[in-house]
């Protein structure tokens, strides 16, 4: 569609895919433009500003030269070129500039002319954009220590709050009553001992679970100086069981491998239904059967699992961490600091009452700091920590965004939790 402008420059009108997306078949098909006509060149673009959500390019191809301009309105794409051709279709120097955008910097490119858009951004706050020019004009993106940014580039989506928040409050160990420690019993007959690993498996392929791995201790008595492969030490603790109740406790251990294997490790995954969270209720019921002798063990570990093959050799070392387990349960807080421009949503974590340092995510169901581990309280902080997590640590909200952030994520979450508000 043609319209004439008071600056008698033809103005064009794209209309952009769901989300503000442009494939390179589809402005061919918006356009008219059913093949791209042989003898037409990429374009070489330049950046010459980008003021009032107008972005001017020069482009020069077969040695002809045009400032192009681009604006998104809503979901479309209006352009005008200096050639100012007359006719219903996009002149062939405004094509070929979209072209070229496209193959180079890919179908999210418009997305980012949005108002409140990256690209009006990255020109308000330079410091907390990067700027390229290339023969494709510009492109920007966001300095990497605002790691998810809400609204503009968040790294996983934002989840529904109040869908969170709705999740049945169901507990990972209450660790109130401890069963009677037995020292041996993670001893066997022939001198070799039990470790019990954490099992973490990768990037949130599935959620942990505990694997009993045989080895030798150290003269000091206080660790394993070597370990026998995953499927040796099932056979041999499955022949030297030591009493019923042990028996019983690595017969849970084993469930709880088979039921984490159906299922994926992020619990963000897909669609909030308290229904899909029904599922975890047989994990988490053998976690809070296992965990209380889990507590009483002096051989224990972290262990990566990178893929279910790795669990057909010895646990190799760079994998391994000797931690300890807690009974202490983390109280979740969150913190929003004033940066100015932009604020910071960010974990915080309590444990027996202390503000807890150096904590690691990245752990579903739990929280780890230094050599400790300890069990999140309910699904909803699993959740939510996953999500931090997930997000790099934190989430970055420009103030353009902070209504909506308010009204999605700090108002539902301020029903639950604590929010604490600082200037930095
Ligand atoms: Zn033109």
């Not at 570990?301 to 070392?317: C, E, F, N, Q, V």
């Not at 009452?353 to 069990?375: C, H, S, Y």
Request: proline letters at 6%; a positive charge; charged letters at 20%.
């Amino acid at each position: 569609m043609k319209r004439g402008s008071k600056n008698n420059l033809s103005t064009y009108c794209v209309a952009l895919q769901k989300g503000g997306r442009l494939s390179t078949d589809e402005l061919q098909k918006r356009t008219g433009y059913l093949t791209f006509r042989s003898g037409w060149s990429n374009s070489s673009l330049k950046f010459l500003s980008f003021e009032k959500n107008i972005l001017t390019l020069r482009t020069t191809s077969d040695d002809e030269t045009y400032v192009v301009q681009l604006r998104r309105k809503q979901n479309q794409l209006f352009l005008t070129c200096s050639c100012n051709k007359t006719g219903q279709q996009i002149c062939k120097h405004a094509y070929c500039a979209l072209d070229t955008i496209l193959w180079k910097n890919g179908q999210d490119y418009f997305k980012k002319l949005h108002p409140s858009g990256m690209m009006e951004l990255a020109f308000r706050y330079p410091m907390l954009f990067d700027k390229q020019e290339t023969e494709s004009g510009i492109t920007v993106t966001i300095r990497p220590e605002l790691k998810s940014v809400f609204y503009l580039s968040p790294k996983i989506k934002t989840p529904d709050i109040n869908a969170i928040i709705n999740l049945p409050d169901t507990g990972l160990p209450s660790c109130q009553e401890l069963p009677e420690l037995d020292s041996k019993f993670c001893r066997l007959p022939d001198g070799k001992a039990i470790a019990y690993m954490l099992v973490i498996p990768y990037r949130y392929e599935h959620l942990p679970s505990i694997i009993p791995v045989t080895g030798t201790p150290t003269v000091k008595d206080n660790a394993l100086k070597s370990f026998d492969s995953f499927q040796s030490s099932l056979k041999t603790i499955s022949r030297q069981f030591q009493s019923p109740k042990q028996g019983q406790f690595h017969e849970e251990c084993f469930e709880l491998y088979r039921q984490i294997e159906r299922l994926p490790g992020a619990l963000l995954e897909g669609k909030l239904y308290a229904k899909k969270f029904e599922s975890l209720s047989p994990i988490l019921k053998l976690w809070r059967s296992i965990y209380p002798y889990l507590l009483g063990q002096p051989f224990f570990y972290s262990y990566i699992l990178l893929g279910p093959k790795a669990l057909r050799t010895k646990p190799r070392r760079n994998y391994l961490q000797q931690i300890f387990l807690s009974a202490a349960i983390p109280v979740i807080s969150f913190l929003l600091s004033d940066k100015g421009d932009h604020f910071r949503f960010s974990l915080q974590v309590h444990i027996d009452g202390k503000q807890a340092q150096n904590i690691e995510t990245g752990i579903p169901l739990f929280i780890k700091m230094d050599d400790f581990v300890f069990p999140l309280g309910s699904l909803r902080d699993a959740c939510l920590v996953e999500w931090i997590d997930r997000s790099g640590g934190w989430i970055t909200i420009f103030k353009e965004h902070f209504s909506l952030f308010e009204k999605e994520v700090l108002t539902p979450l301020q029903t639950c939790y604590t929010v604490s508000f600082v200037k930095q």
